[in-house]
């Protein structure tokens, strides 16, 4: 089956970029377009995309609150949504993150990127790269507490192991990757991320990694 991508930006050319890169691959159909938020939530409805190609600033409805509404406890289908950002709009991705987005991409990101990114979504991954999340999170380090803070009470429900694999996703690194680190199984890895959401009350390894740098757990900045 193919994966199902809804486009959202408010700029055709754009959208007629994607729709070329995306419907080269056998395994992508681009099922609809939408110019903003709102026409994104009747054509998620409509169309039921697995995944949604979404930009932030639009008119009428951003892509931070559509996204809110897609991804949300009164959703209607599965979709994810795939964040597309400039690094002048660092804040706003974080808040898309935050209100359930599975990932981001830059708008400028070769055209091999764009289309892994898709299929990571679309398997219920998450779609952090180290590099861009770090850059992300320390671009938004104002915004940010300054490690000062008293850790919250969610925290010490975690094991020590627990935590050790949560600042691991907060970096981006895949289960794979957090398995070679700690020289452990990948299996296991995934039981531990699985502890992490259930204790914390998190949707996916986005939001933990999120969580993990407004706690103070992780400090922009830090390796």
Do not use: C, W
């Not at 691959?25 to 026409?39: F, H, M, T």
């Not at 990571?120 to 999340?133: F, Q, Y």
């Not at 925290?155 to 452990?184: C, M």
């Amino acid at each position: 089956m193919a994966i199902r991508v809804l486009l959202v930006d408010d700029q055709p050319l754009l959208r007629t970029g994607f729709r070329m890169i995306l419907e080269a691959e056998q395994d992508i159909a681009v099922v609809g377009e939408a110019g903003d938020g709102l026409q994104a939530l009747d054509q998620v409805r409509a169309l039921q995309p697995d995944v949604v190609l979404m930009d932030i600033r639009m008119p009428r409805m951003d892509g931070v609150e559509a996204t809110r509404q897609i991804t949300g406890p009164e959703r209607d289908g599965p979709a994810k949504v795939l964040v597309l950002t400039t690094f002048d709009l660092d804040e706003y991705v974080v808040e898309a993150l935050k209100a359930g987005a599975s990932g981001f991409l830059l708008k400028d990101a070769p055209a091999n990127e764009l289309v892994q990114a898709i299929r990571v979504v679309a398997a219920g991954e998450a779609m952090l790269a180290p590099s861009i999340t770090r850059r992300l999170l320390d671009k938004y380090a104002t915004h940010l507490p300054s490690g000062d803070e008293p850790v919250p009470d969610t925290l010490n429900t975690l094991t020590e192991r627990e935590v050790e694999v949560l600042k691991l996703v907060a970096r981006g690194l895949s289960n794979a990757e957090i398995a070679a680190d700690l020289f452990v199984s990948e299996t296991t890895v995934k039981t531990h991320v699985g502890h992490v959401l259930t204790k914390l009350g998190l949707r996916d390894r986005v939001q933990a990694a999120v969580y993990a740098y407004e706690s103070g757990l992780v400090r922009p900045g830090a390796q």
